[in-house]
């Protein structure tokens, strides 16, 4: 069974820029969720996707958008980039997170803004 | 207050020892709790989750919770080498619905 694909690894971009990150959650799994990672913060929560619907939100500003589609995949979109968003974005799939919380993590997108 | 706290460390435990990784959270009304462990440049994976008061064993590791005193903590025996890693703290906050980390306590079995 294949496990949670985020594409792409890793990137650099400069301030201003926008930049979108993709995640193919584990097949059957319908709850899609994106964390970003940095060592002075950790593991802070971004959004979850349950069914193409933004099923919960967490404290970063509106440049940080998502959506998923409808066969489960997700897209997270970082608009005018600023120094402080290098970090690595995870991507954690489950069955339902709202119920079980085992969540099954991807690698991460690391994103370097220069 | 942070909603999940753990003690960043490092946290430096003898091979064969006992390591004992702690967490207290601030949602009194959180049901659900888990531990991921995440390697050096890996991304995390759940080790444990526990629901009740009490202790809750798989294999050599422990996970205990006191909800009274909103604390959760991981017991590792005998520990080895490939236990060093970063463990994460997790809780499903109820209010909300989201899942919420600590930063994580990093620990260093030594040889």
New interface residues.
């Given amino acids: 069974k294949a496990g949670v694909t985020q594409t792409p690894r890793y990137l650099i971009k400069t301030r201003g820029q926008q930049v979108t990150l993709s995640c193919s959650p584990i097949s059957g799994h319908r709850s899609v969720?994106w964390?970003q990672q940095t060592p002075g913060?950790?593991?802070?929560?971004l959004f979850?996707y349950f069914s193409e619907t933004q099923?919960?939100k967490?404290n970063f500003p509106g440049r940080f958008s998502g959506r998923q589609f409808s066969n489960s995949r997700s897209e997270m979109n970082v608009s005018t980039l600023e120094l402080g968003d290098s970090a690595l974005y995870?991507c954690a799939s489950s069955l339902d997170?709202?119920l079980s919380?085992?969540?099954?993590?991807?690698?991460?997108s690391r994103l370097t803004v220069l | 207050q942070k909603e999940v706290e753990q003690n960043s460390g490092p946290l430096s435990v003898p091979e064969g020892a006992i390591a004992s990784l702690n967490c207290t959270y601030s949602d009194r009304v959180s049901q659900?709790f888990?531990w991921?462990r995440q390697y050096s440049g890996?991304?995390?994976?759940?080790i444990m989750?526990i629901y009740s008061n009490g202790d809750k064993e798989d294999g050599r590791f422990t996970a205990q919770l006191n909800k009274a005193s909103q604390y959760v903590s991981l017991l590792i025996r005998d520990s080895q080498p490939s236990d060093s890693a970063t463990y994460?703290c997790?809780s499903?906050m109820n209010r909300?619905?989201?899942?919420?980390?600590?930063?994580?306590t990093r620990l260093h079995i030594l040889p």
């Avoid at chain 1, 913060?41 to 929560?45: D, E, I, S, T, Y």
């Avoid at chain 2, 890996?42 to 759940?46: D, G, Y």
């Avoid at chain 2, 619905?97 to 600590?102: A, N, R, T």
């Fill in positions: 969720s964390y913060q950790g593991l802070q929560f979850e099923r919960n967490g995870l997170g709202r919380g085992e969540l099954f993590f991807g690698e991460g | 659900s888990f991921y890996k991304s995390p994976e759940l989750s994460l997790a499903l909300d619905d989201k899942i919420i980390f600590g930063k994580g």
